[in-house]
């Protein structure tokens, strides 16, 4: 059974950081690629960032640019998310999700790609 399973989100102070975590089970972790993807109340889910499955394509959403950072330890089963410099706007529950991808170096933040979906953790910045 596969399951992902995100962590970190809190309450944080605008210009703060946090740092989310996104651990899979019952698959292959480095065969897939992973996104982040994050909802705010009243707003459709959008892509964040993506990783490739050998971690070296990352794609970020040009609201986070120069601001957060994916990465990911393969030994862990493990992909991050570096948040700085947080914003009331960044403010929305945060999903991460898998896919296979056969292409080691390609990942997108495409919802309808991924196959495999975590129940997100909250992310909430005060102003």
């Known amino acids: 059974q596969v399951q992902v399973v995100e962590s970190g989100g809190a309450l944080v102070q605008a210009g703060g950081s946090l740092r989310l975590s996104c651990t899979t089970s019952g698959l292959t972790f480095a065969e897939y690629a992973v996104g982040w993807f994050r909802q705010a109340p009243g707003k459709e889910r959008e892509g964040v960032s993506c990783?490739?499955?050998?971690?070296?394509?990352?794609y970020y959403n040009d609201s986070v640019k120069d601001r957060f950072s994916i990465s990911r330890d393969n030994a862990k089963n493990t992909v991050y998310l570096q948040m700085n410099s947080l914003q009331p706007e960044d403010t929305a529950m945060y999903y991460c999700?898998?896919?296979?991808?056969?292409?080691?170096?390609?990942?997108?933040?495409?919802?309808?790609?991924?196959?495999?979906w975590g129940q997100g953790t909250q992310v909430t910045v005060s102003s």
């Open positions: 990783v490739s499955r050998n971690g070296e394509s990352r």
């Open positions: 999700a898998a896919v296979y991808r056969r292409n080691y170096g390609y990942c997108s933040v495409t919802i309808d790609d991924y196959t495999h």
